[in-house]
Every structure is written in structure tokens, then in C-alpha cells.
């Protein structure tokens, strides 16, 4: 039976004509003439003040009274006259006429009023329920094989070792088992040998790098602000690590949890914290001279207010911005009060010195070949500034610089009055390198890409200043709700407050929010990561089962509403959130429950595939292990480490991998200009370093990690997909990556021993090769081989300086100019030319061994 | 991941193909797949969309919608508060200005245009202007999101993911939905041709001018076909050993068939690819070969266009940058209008002579209009103008839309339309219509609610659709 819920908010209604209709409809047809840009006979249809009032001709709406209205008879063309004007073409439809008339006889109110009454099935409220108590000891695997049983469904028998050791390796670490550490696990036939192994991994810092990548998918990281200019953001690094030293450390998750939200506020003087902050700014943000102020701080404010309810409480939010959420009980009203506990937010980017696990030092030869590379664009700005200068002298026929009007060379070099239009471009291009790498150079200052309550340092994340009142004098702004999410559009005012739906529907208590500058996110944290938050833990519960598995046993990580799938095992996601609340919200030991489980250990194979087809076709009752294939952060780093390439320096500034040439000489707009060129990181240890640690730069996603369903960066991913498509057959088959990763490979092998073959197949699958393969593969090494001792390999060719062509907006006109060269010295790849024809033979093999499906999938 | 019973599909590519084999491409054909040709929703005459983005924001009031009142208006001064809704740069003290352009009455309507664009007048009683349209931001990268994936925020599906994910693609050897970007990538990069949370398969791939077409289709230099054959029917075994571990497990035999389409677009392409293979008559139809460099680059990609759309490719974006004249609009946007009258003439009248323009949907917009009015930056010549979102000029042709008609209008100053306003979502809506496609109808699920290209519904904009 279904018990139905009755909630009562005094909210806008979903069927409202005046939200559904009244209100699009005065800014679609009407606010062209009568709104920001023009208000035509006096008359602003903004707001219902200035409709009260009306225009030339009186008042536009009489409450109450549609006949007598003048809007209403307008746009029915009562008198005469019919607006929008056009004939009876343009006349609005009769469905939307009657709406005014509704809307207006009500009363004309500008917000609904009322209390609407919102029914929901007990169903679909199951995550605002408080969780489950459970009387006697449970196992995961009581509540996974009861399902099956019920079902009469087998589960498949346990894996074998070399599964096992792979499946979880990849998974703790996103690593593979190398082929030593398959043999002692298959040899090590004690009991505790699968605990150990889980144990081991645990404590391996690659742990955190893995998890870590996770948490920054979801938490929709970046180095950059995206948009036009996507500026770096230069500290944003610091928040990368400290989610990586997070898991590490088996930080509780609650704490982890309060320090995201409100660690500048909880933890004054805590540094941890402080970088913690930084998830509040990480989605994509710009503000310019063609910004709207009121828009971009919206547009913040909509950011953090989505990403705080979908990253911890696994919300949609973000759909009642503008109307109250169609199937959860998420009130406009929540949004808004939720969004003013931000409103006091602002960016600060505070001095904060670097912290010993903090690694910025070996990092000297990259400054400084950053800081001359800004020299050198500042030193072509000074040129052009230069030849203004003589221009200007001639034009007002004086000899010094002194002597020219007063700001005349200031209003020039703004202005472009004293060059031609394609040296002023030239000027303007430097002008935004040098801008762009001043910036770059704050990576290595000792910054916190963070937040604070009310301003601090007028931090504008790259852009021109924004206008902040003084600290003292700072008022945070009202927040009000805006119908349609329309910033022009401002209704009823809100006070800070917490989502209402746990409270009405679970018992959850509400907090009071306080309106001072300061407290209101710490209260908001700390109702979040509460125990007794229904929400909270069930959240991260589901999503480490999630990684683990491959699917939640709730299968939208970030929507436990509605429409998201319901739990596969209810009960069995309530008490691991309870027991992980009660082991200390430690995730190490959450990990350890779901590893240990017989659930996790299974076959990767069905024990009656046609019957698994009938009843369980996605396999969400987890009767077998469902394979995998490897994400692009995975696949790249394993590929780097068969090839014994991969770097394990960890943290400090994004490095730069070498990518496609194509990809890296491609010119790409930045306001006004042109980006300067990609520079992939002198060394190969920076450049082969772990994919979490890489650059993450919006506008420009590293095409390997792109092509393998990466994030998009600018929103959250809270799950990968793994579709297939062609264009990942040629970066794994022709680019230069996996053509580079394959001779390093061969060459490693051949170097390792004397039988190159075998050990390529040992360091690229962790196994000895079987007799057939070890016959074509030595086919195709002979083969090969015969080949490149006829065709000798040439030499690289010197590399030609990168010439881009670019648009004038001055002229209209082309030109083309010489994109800077990077200062460093870099040491190259290993080319085919540097090695014998056995070697070059043998990475034919290789290639071959990771292109395979082998290499890419998981069991 | 799922199991499945062995379909014809996994029997040939375990039963020992080899990679590369032509022949499966008709097989393959008749099994269901992401990109198989779908039904349209709606009876339609469009089957392709050939869109040509022009970014930077052309002015209206300079290309397609002259406004005489200006000349009189000229650099008359006046004062634009600055209030928290307006840009910087659209505050202070501003200044009317005319336009520097004169224009010419082209087609039996006689519509006026830039006397410019001397042969795209010749094509104007295949065009339906479109002067009511209204974009919301004055930010480039926002409002070229808004245009290309209908929200501002970069990220969601591009409309050529869309119309791909609606309509499937007629030729499964190549991408549905090909972007032929300009020199440089726009600003906001490729989110601007993004498949959002629809499936890859319906993202957008940049052909690319130089080096090969598409990113990393030819080996590294020295490895050629031949080792490459080598190398693939050792992978080839590999792989057969490896399912034949695996037995259900679809995904694998899913990535041996991307390997397979890889290698067919790879025969495929190059000829596809290659312009030379027109006459010299065509090629000079559409400027290529001229002294003109921007002329010429862009007729290539014109070009390019159409051969690709006859190829049977849903989408094809064409980028035209440069627009976005603060200053000297007469220089700048005079060559902008130089370097595109050919290509886009061409374009037309050839697709008109090949018979596909019925076919084929031709959309021609920028991703916002430009101001009455301009902050004078440089004495009386060096004037622009700025953006504006409340005004602009689009235009379609072909494909099911109106052949010669001018629909809504501007103000006397094109400071904002007036008549048949409409937002972008009502465009969006209007393209997929005019491509058979209902926007109420092509929805996905995503993040707990179904999306589509409008965001929240829009209306079919009745007058743009013959």
C-alpha cells in the first residue's frame, strides 16, 4: 500500500499561470519594447510595481479587475489598439490571453501566494526518510545473496586469484598489478591473503590519487575558469591535493564534508580548510568589461548552490531555480533560502604559505622559464609602446615623452591611436600573453584558491575589478526569488535557510541559518554532515559502491529523487550509512567492508547467462562481477606505467603531457586575441606524471582523456560512460602517444630481457604469454624486424616555429604572427631513430598488445 | 555491462574478419545502432543542416537590415546609465552611428542588403530573412553556448548532437555531425559542438584544414599501411583469443566494430576530402583560388560542406570568425562581407543546381546583433559598434524553408525587434521542425529529468517554415 505524504509550502505553484504563463510571455512579447532596453510610452512590464503604475496611458493593471485592465484589453485589442502590435499575426494565442485574465482577476500577484498542496508516493521520499535501525548483525553479503535467492538466481563462484588481484589493484590504485605482484599473490595461499592485499593498497599513496580523481569529477574541477578567457586559476592546484592527502589520510568524511562548505569559518587558521574552500569556486566562471555584473554573481551563486545539494546530498537542486521542482519536494523557495546561506560568499585568493606535503620545489627551471617567456611578451608590448611613442612625438611634433598631452600615450595604447591596426593587434596579443602568464606565474606564490564571508581581497579570479562595498561597510546582498531564474525578474525576498523536506518528511530537524556575514555556512555544514542527516551519508555510501562496482545500488549517484532509480537494496544502503557513520565516517573502512565481501569477489561471468538475460539483465543484483572498461585517466596512466614511463611525483602545479601535435599547434580564441601556445612540460617525469596531476584546462581538454569519455569539466560528472566510438581506435592505434608509450615499452622489454617478447607481454598484461601467442607475436616481430632493416628510421624533423593567422577585429584583414617559443630546454621522447630495428620491430608488437581488448578492460 | 547471446555481430568479428574488411559496412548496416538512420517525427523536407556560424556577432544593421534613420542620428550624443544590468562596455557616454555601408535592393522582393554581398544578392529569392530573433547575453562564449547547445552554460548537447541523436546518419562510414571551424577554435572551445550527456557517438568532430582531416586518422610518418596491416592481424588474434575468454561480453565485440568504422573512414575520408576533384568552374563558384585568402578558405570549407552533406551527413557547422567590430566597422566588417559573399553564394546556388537544397537546411546567424550605438574609442572614423542581444539578422534557405520572405523587424534604430519576436529557444524549436524532428518530443533522461535542445519548451515560429 502506498501511504501518501502532504506537504504544505507556501510556494509558487507549478501550474501557476502566472509562472507558467503570464510571466514568460510579458518577457517574451512584451519587455522587447516595454523593459531594460526601452520602455516605450512610459511603460516598464518588469515588475508589478511598475505595472501598477503603468505608462502614458495610466495604470496597466488594475488588481482584480481583468476587463477593466488596460494590458488585458490591449492584448485582447478591445479598444482599437492591440499590442504586441503586428495584426493578428502577432496577437497572442487565446490560450495565454486567458491566463492574463486569471492571473489579473487573482489579484495579480507577482508571486504565487497560498499554500499549494504537493502529494507524493512514501515511494519516492525514501531518501528523506531517516535511516534504517537494524536489530541484529548484517553482512553485506546477507542482504546481496537474500535478492538472488528470492530471484533463484546462482551467484557465480569466487574469481580467481589473477582476477582478483587485477580487479582490486585497478580499482584501489587504478593501476594494474605488475606481473610480480600477480605471481606472489597467486603464490601466497594464507587465509588473510586478500585482506593483506586490500590492506597494502589502502596505504599506497596511489590510493588517494585514484579516489581522489573520483571526487574531483564530481566536485567539477578545474585549473581554469572556462569561458572566453579561461584564465588559470594558478592556486586552484592546492584544492587537487588536498582532496588527494584527504583520502590518503582516511579523513572523516563529515569533516571533509564541513571543511569543503565552511572550513575558513570552522577552522579558522587551519590551512587544510582553508584550500577545502576551493570546491566552492570550482565551476566555471568569467567575469569581463562585457560581463553583467548581476548576471555573473548569479551565475555563482546558481553554481555553488547546485554543486553544494547534488555533490552532498545527491539533489536536483539546480531544477527548482526556476520553478518549484517538478518531482521532489524542492520548492523554489529551498532553492533560493539555501542559495542566500552563499550570498555572503565572496572569492578570496589569501596568502597561505605551502604546506611540507606541498611540492613546489624542483619546479625552479619551469618558473623561470615562465617568467621569461613574460618577459619577452612584455619586452614585445614595450616595442610596440615604443614606436606609439615616436609616432606621437612626430603627430604633436615634440621630442620627449614628457612632453605629450597629458594620458595622450596612456588613451593610445588603449585606444590603438599611434599604430596601425595590425601592430595595435600585435600589441593586444602580447598584451593578453603577458596578462595570461603573469598569472600563471602565481602557481608557485603561496596562495589559497579559496573563499570568505564578506570581501577580503577583491579576488576576481582573473577579470576586472567587481564593485565591493568596503569591509566594513559590507551588507550581504538579499537574496530574492527569481521566477524563471531570471535575474531581472526579482520576487519575494528569503532569509538563509536549510532544505525543508527532511524535516516534513523524515523528521530531520531543520537549523536556523544566522543572517550575519558570518555563520551561515558553517550552519549549513553542519546540518549537512550530520548523522542524522538522511541524506548525507547514504550519498557517499552510494557512491563508493558505485566506483566499486560499477553501478550504485541507488543508480543516479546524484539524484536520490524522484526520478533518479530507486535503491536496488534498500536496506542494505541504510546500514552500511550507518555503520559508516558509526565507524567514524571512514571511508578506508568502507572500502574494507565492500572488498571483503564474497559480493565483491565473484566471477566475472554468470553462472546461467540465459537466465541472467531474462531476469537481471544489467546485473543489479550482482549475482556475477560485472567487467569494466578502463576510464581515460586509467588507461593513459597504465599504459605510461607498462611502458615504465609513468612518473610517481605527485603534486604541487599541473603539468603539461605532451599531446597531439595537431591539438597542441591549434589556435584558439581568447577575448579579443589568441591564446598562447600549448607548452607541454620540459621533462618527461612532469610530463608522464599521473593524470590526476595534469593540467585541467576547460577550453583545452588533453585530447587522449577526451576521446576516452573524460569529464567535460564544466559540469559535474558523477558517473563515466564508456561509449566506444572510432576516433578511440586512432589515438590508441595512430597517435603519437600510444606510438611513443609502444617504443618505450620495446625498448624497456628488450633492455629487461633477453627474451624482449615475453616480457613485453609480461609488462603489458602481468602474464605469461600463452604458446600460440607467443608464435604470431614472434611472426610479427620477424616480419617486422625484416622491414625496418630495409627501411632505416629518419631522424626527427627540427621543430619549425608555430606561426598562427589570425582575424583582425580592427581590419577585418588576416595576419599571421610567430606564437612564442617555450624558454625550456625539453627532453624529447624516445624516437625510433635513437633505437635499433629490433626494437622498432618489437613496438609493433607492443602497440598491438595495447590496442588489444586485454589491455583495456578489467574482470 | 551487459551479457547478451551472440548476435551476427559478435560471430564475425569472432569468427576471424580481419580488421579493415569493407565488406561488413552493409552487414552491419541492417543491425540497430546509435547512429542508424531514424525516422523523422514530423513529415519534413530538410534532411541535412548545413549551419554556418558566424562568430563575433555580425551587425544586422549592416548586413541585412539597414536602418536610413541612423544617418540622420549620427554621432548624436547621449548618455547610457551604468546599472547593475548593463555591461561595462555598454554604459557611459555612447553615440549613435550610421552605418558606412551602402545597400542594394536584391531579389523580387527587394530586400535591401549590403551592395557588398554582389553575388549573394542573386540568391536572395531562396532566403528567408529574420529579423525578430532575440539572444539573452552580451558575452560571446555565453551566447555562442546559447546558440549552439540552447543554454548558456557550455556543457550540454550542441543542436548537431541533437539532430544526430533525433535523426541517426544516412552514411555510417563517416561522423553524423562535422564542425569545419575557422583558423582558430571560438571562444569556449568545443563545448561549442559537444554531445553534453547525449552518447559520443553524437558529439561533433572538427574536420580539420590542415594535416589529416580528423585527429590522428593517418599513423605517425614511417609507419605505413603495409606494417600497419602487419600489426593488425596480430592484434586482430589477440582479440579473437581474448572473447573467446570472454564469451557475452558484448563490449568487446562493440570495440572491435570502432575499430573496423575507424579504418573505413580512414579509406574513406581522404577522397571525400579532396577538393580537387571539382571542376575549376565549381571551385571558382565558390571563390576558391581567389587572391582574397579568407574568401578562399572559406569557399573550401563551403565546399567541403556540401560534398560532405552529399555524402550523407546529417549536421555540418561551418565557422566564420571575425565579426565582432567595436571599431572600424566599415574596414572590418566590409572584409568580413568580401570573404564571405562567395562561399556562401556559391553554396547556395550549388546546392540549389545539385538539387539539395530541398534537402538541405542552410542557417546562416551569429550568436548575438550589434548596437545602434557605439562608446567612440578614436575620432569619427574608428567606430563600431557593440553588442546586443535585443537585435539581430539571421537567415535560412533551403530545406522546407520560406524561398524570398523577410519575417519580423526591428525598431527604427535596430536597438531591438519589434515584430515576431521570438527567443532562441523558439528558433531551436523551429530548426528541429523544419528538420522533421518535434523539440516536445526529442528528449533525453539525464540527471533525473527528461532535457531537450529548448530547455523548458518553445514554439515552432510559424513564419519560418514555408
Given at each position: ?414 585606444t590603438g591611436a599611434g599604430l596601425e591596426p595590425l601592430q595595435f593587434e600585435e ?387 588576416s595576419f599571421s604572427f610567430q606564437q612564442e617559443e617555450s624558454e625550456s630546454a ?34 | ?93 555612447r553615440y549613435y552611428v550610421r552605418s558606412p555601408f551602402e545597400f542594394r535592393r ?361
Amino acid at each position: 500500500m502506498t501511504k501518501l505524504y502532504l506537504l504544505v509550502a507556501t510556494v509558487a505553484l507549478a501550474q501557476d499561470p502566472f509562472t507558467e504563463t503570464v510571466l514568460p510571455s510579458l518577457k517574451r512579447d512584451c519587455q522587447g519594447c516595454h523593459g531594460a532596453a526601452l520602455a516605450l510610452s512610459g511603460l516598464d512590464l518588469r515588475t508589478r510595481e511598475s505595472l501598477l503604475k503603468g505608462g502614458k496611458r495610466g495604470a496597466a493593471v488594475v488588481p482584480g479587475k481583468a476587463s477593466e485592465s488596460l494590458l488585458l484589453r490591449m492584448i485582447e485589442g478591445v479598444d482599437g489598439l492591440q499590442m504586441p502590435p503586428g495584426g493578428e499575426k502577432q496577437k497572442l494565442s487565446p490560450a495565454v490571453r486567458h491566463a492574463f485574465r486569471e492571473w489579473i482577476d487573482a489579484g495579480a500577484p507577482w508571486k504565487a501566494e497560498g499554500p499549494a498542496k504537493w502529494t507524493y508516493a512514501e515511494a519516492d521520499l525514501w531518501a528523506f526518510q531517516p535511516l534504517r535501525r537494524f536489530a541484529s548483525p548484517m553482512t553485506i553479503d546477507g542482504f546481496i545473496d537474500a535478492k538472488l535467492r528470492e530471484r533463484g538466481m546462482a551467484p557465480a563462484s569466487k574469481a580467481d586469484r589473477r582476477t582478483l588481484i587485477q580487479r582490486v589493484t585497478v580499482d584501489l590504485t587504478g593501476l594494474r598489478a605488475t606481473h610480480e605482484e600477480v605471481k606472489a599473490f597467486v603464490a601466497d595461499q594464507s587465509p588473510q591473503a586478500w585482506e593483506k592485499l586490500v590492506d597494502r593498497l589502502l596505504a599506497s599513496p596511489r590510493y588517494g590519487e585514484r579516489w581522489g580523481r573520483h571526487w574531483l569529477d564530481v566536485a567539477r574541477y578545474a585549473d581554469s575558469g572556462g569561458y572566453s578567457n579561461d584564465f588559470e586559476r594558478p592556486n586552484a592546484w592546492r584544492y587537487r591535493d588536498y582532496v588527494i592527502r584527504s583520502f590518503n589520510a582516511d579523513k572523516p568524511y563529515d569533516r571533509f564534508v564541513r571543511e569543503q562548505i565552511a572550513g575558513d569559518e570552522l577552522y579558522p587558521g587551519d590551512a587544510e580548510a582553508l584550500i577545502a574552500t576551493g570546491f566552492l569556486r570550482g565551476g566555471p566562471w568569467e567575469h569581463t568589461a562585457m560581463s553583467v555584473e548581476a548576471v555573473t554573481r548569479q551565475m555563482f551563486l546558481d553554481d555553488v548552490t547546485h554543486a553544494t545539494a547534488s555533490t552532498f546530498l545527491g539533489l536536483t537542486l539546480g531544477c527548482a531555480r526556476c520553478h518549484d521542482h517538478k518531482f521532489d519536494p524542492l520548492p523554489t523557495r529551498d532553492y533560493y533560502r539555501m542559495q542566500a546561506v552563499f550570498a555572503s560568499t565572496e572569492f578570496a585568493r589569501p596568502a597561505l604559505p605551502f604546506l611540507p606535503s606541498e611540492l613546489v620545489q624542483g619546479r625552479e627551471a619551469e618558473k623561470k622559464a615562465l617568467a621569461a617567456t613574460h618577459a619577452k611578451a612584455l619586452a614585445r608590448m614595450a616595442d610596440y609602446r615604443k614606436l606609439a611613442v615616436q609616432n606621437l612625438l612626430k603627430k604633436h611634433g615634440v621630442a620627449r615623452e614628457e612632453d605629450l598631452p597629458k594620458g595622450e600615450l596612456a588613451q593610445a595604447m588603449n585606444t590603438g591611436a599611434g599604430l596601425e591596426p595590425l601592430q595595435f593587434e600585435e600589441y593586444k596579443l602580447f598584451q593578453k600573453h603577458a596578462q595570461i602568464y603573469k598569472e600563471s606565474l602565481d602557481r608557485f606564490a603561496p596562495k589559497a584558491f579559496a573563499v570568505s564571508s564578506g570581501p577580503r581581497d577583491g579576488e576576481t579570479d582573473g577579470g576586472p575589478a567587481l564593485r565591493y562595498a568596503a569591509r566594513a561597510k559590507y551588507v550581504p546582498a538579499g537574496v530574492r526569488i527569481l521566477p524563471g531564474g531570471n535575474v531581472q525578474s526579482p520576487a519575494e525576498a528569503v532569509t538563509p535557510g536549510v532544505l525543508s523536506a527532511p524535516e516534513i518528511v523524515g523528521g530531520y530537524r531543520a537549523v536556523d541559518i544566522p543572517e550575519t556575514v558570518e555563520g551561515r555556512r558553517s550552519a549549513l555544514a553542519n546540518w549537512i554532515a550530520h548523522p542524522e542527516n538522511p541524506l548525507t551519508a547514504r550519498v557517499m555510501v552510494n557512491r563508493v559502491w558505485q566506483y566499486h562496482f560499477g553501478q550504485g545500488l541507488a543508480g543516479d549517484a546524484s539524484n536520490f529523487g524522484k526520478m533518479g532509480k530507486k535503491p536496488t537494496h534498500p536496506e542494505l544502503l541504510d546500514w552500511l550509512a550507518r555503520s559508516f557513520i558509526e565507524r567514524g565516517w571512514s571511508v578506508k573502512q568502507l572500502h574494507r567492508q565492500i572488498l571483503l565481501s564474497r559480493a565483491y569477489q565473484r566471477g566475472p561471468a554468470p553462472v546461467d547467462a540465459a537466465l541472467v538475460a531474462k531476469q537481471d539483465p544489467d546485473n543489479l543484483l550482482l549475482s556475477y562481477f560485472s567487467p569494466r572498461r578502463l576510464e581515460a585517466e586509467a588507461l593513459r596512466d597504465n599504459i605510461l606505467a607498462a611502458a615504465g614511463e609513468l612518473s610517481f611525483d605527485a603534486g604541487g602545479p599541473g603539468t603539461f603531457p605532451q599531446i597531439s601535435e595537431d591539438v597542441a599547434s591549434q589556435p584558439r580564441h581568447r577575448m579579443g586575441s589568441l591564446a598562447p601556445p600549448y607548452h607541454p612540460s620540459a621533462l618527461r617525469r612532469e610530463r608522464n606524471r599521473r593524470s590526476v596531476y595534469l593540467f585541467q584546462q576547460r577550453s583545452l581538454i588533453d585530447p587522449f582523456i577526451d576521446v576516452f569519455n573524460g569529464p567535460s569539466l564544466d559540469l559535474a560528472c558523477e558517473r563515466r560512460v564508456a561509449s566506444t566510438v572510432p576516433t578511440q581506435s586512432f589515438t590508441l592505434f595512430n597517435g603519437q602517444f600510444a606510438h611513443d608509450a609502444a617504443l618505450a615499452l620495446a625498448a624497456r622489454a628488450a633492455k629487461e630481457s633477453p627474451d624482449g617478447i615475453r616480457r613485453t607481454f609480461e609488462l603489458a598484461y602481468a602474464r605469461d604469454p600463452e604458446a600460440s601467442e607467443l608464435t604470431e607475436a614472434r611472426n610479427l616481430y620477424a616480419r617486422s624486424l625484416a622491414w625496418h632493416r630495409q627501411h632505416p628510421a629518419p631522424k626527427p624533423p627540427p621543430r619549425k616555429p608555430l606561426i598562427h593567422r589570425i582575424t583582425s577585429e580592427l581590419t577585418g584583414e588576416s595576419f599571421s604572427f610567430q606564437q612564442e617559443e617555450s624558454e625550456s630546454a625539453y627532453e624529447a621522447n624516445l624516437h625510433p631513430s635513437e633505437v635499433t630495428p629490433e626494437v622498432r620491430a618489437l613496438s609493433d608488437v607492443a602497440l598491438a598488445l595495447l590496442n588489444a581488448n586485454e589491455f583495456s578492460y578489467v574482470y | 555491462m551487459r551479457f547478451a547471446t551472440p548476435s551476427r555481430r559478435d560471430l564475425l568479428f569472432g569468427g576471424g574478419m580481419g580488421l579493415g574488411s569493407i565488406a561488413l559496412s552493409s552487414m552491419l548496416a541492417a543491425e540497430e545502432g546509435p547512429l542508424t538512420p531514424k525516422a523523422q517525427q514530423i513529415p519534413a523536407k530538410a534532411k541535412h543542416c548545413i549551419f554556418l556560424l558566424m562568430e563575433g556577432g555580425p551587425s544586422h544593421i549592416d548586413t541585412f537590415d539597414p536602418k536610413p534613420k541612423l544617418a540622420q542620428l549620427h554621432m548624436t550624443r547621449f548618455q547610457k546609465e551604468r546599472n547593475k544590468f548593463e555591461a561595462n562596455m555598454n554604459t557611459g557616454e555612447r553615440y549613435y552611428v550610421r552605418s558606412p555601408f551602402e545597400f542594394r535592393r536584391a531579389g523580387k522582393l527587394g530586400v535591401e542588403i549590403n551592395s557588398l554581398l554582389e553575388g549573394f544578392a542573386g540568391c536572395v529569392d531562396d532566403v528567408c530573412f529574420y529579423r525578430g530573433l532575440k539572444a539573452e547575453s552580451v558575452n560571446h562564449p555565453t551566447a555562442l553556448y546559447h546558440l549552439n547547445t540552447g543554454t548558456q552554460f557550455g556543457g550540454d548537447p550542441a543542436v548537431g548532437a541533437w539532430v544526430s541523436y533525433g535523426l541517426g546518419t544516412e552514411n555510417q562510414n563517416l561522423p553524423s555531425f562535422l564542425v569545419l571551424p575557422d583558423v582558430a577554435y571560438p571562444q569556449g572551445g568545443q563545448a561549442n559542438w559537444s554531445n553534453g550527456f547525449l552518447p559520443a557517438h553524437y558529439q561533433g568532430t572538427p574536420l580539420r584544414s590542415q594535416g589529416t582531416p580528423i585527429l590522428d586518422m593517418a599513423p605517425p610518418p614511417g609507419v605505413t599501411p603495409e606494417r600497419q596491416k602487419m600489426t593488425l592481424e596480430f592484434l586482430s588474434g589477440l582479440n579473437r583469443r581474448h572473447q573467446a575468454q570472454h564469451p557475452g561480453h558484448a563490449d568487446l565485440a562493440a570495440r572491435l566494430q570502432s575499430y573496423e568504422l575507424a579504418f573505413r573512414m580512414q579509406a574513406e575520408m581522404p577522397g571525400i576530402v579532396d577538393l580537387e576533384k571539382e571542376s575549376p568552374e565549381t571551385l571558382a563558384l565558390y571563390g576558391i583560388g581567389e587572391a582574397n585568402a579568407d574568401a578562399d578558405s572559406l569557399g573550401r570549407r563551403c565546399l567541403l560542406a556540401r560534398r560532405l552533406v552529399q555524402k550523407g551527413v546529417r549536421f555540418v557547422q561551418v565557422i566564420a570568425m571575425g565579426w565582432d567590430s567595436h571599431d572600424y566597422i566599415d574596414k572590418a566588417h566590409g572584409s568580413r562581407l568580401r570573404a564571405i559573399d562567395k562561399p556562401i553564394s556559391g553554396l547556395l546556388t550549388d546546392l540549389k543546381r545539385t538539387g539539395l537544397l530541398d534537402e538541405t537546411l542552410v542557417v546562416w546567424a551569429g550568436e548575438f546583433g550589434r548596437s545602434p550605438d557605439n562608446g567612440i574609442r578614436q575620432g569619427s572614423t574608428a567606430w563600431g559598434r557593440d553588442h546586443n542581444a535585443n537585435a539581430m539578422s539571421v537567415w535560412l534557405a533551403g530545406g522546407g524553408a520560406p524561398r524570398g520572405a523577410v519575417v519580423g523587424a526591428t525598431d527604427e534604430v535596430g536597438g531591438s525587434a519589434v515584430e515576431v519576436v521570438h527567443p532562441l529557444r523558439d528558433f531551436h524549436v523551429t530548426l528541429l521542425r523544419l528538420l522533421g524532428l518535434d523539440d516536445g518530443k526529442l528528449r533525453y533522461f539525464h540527471a533525473g529529468r527528461d532535457k531537450q535542445l529548448s530547455q523548458v519548451g518553445g514554439e515552432v515560429i510559424r513564419e519560418l517554415v514555408a
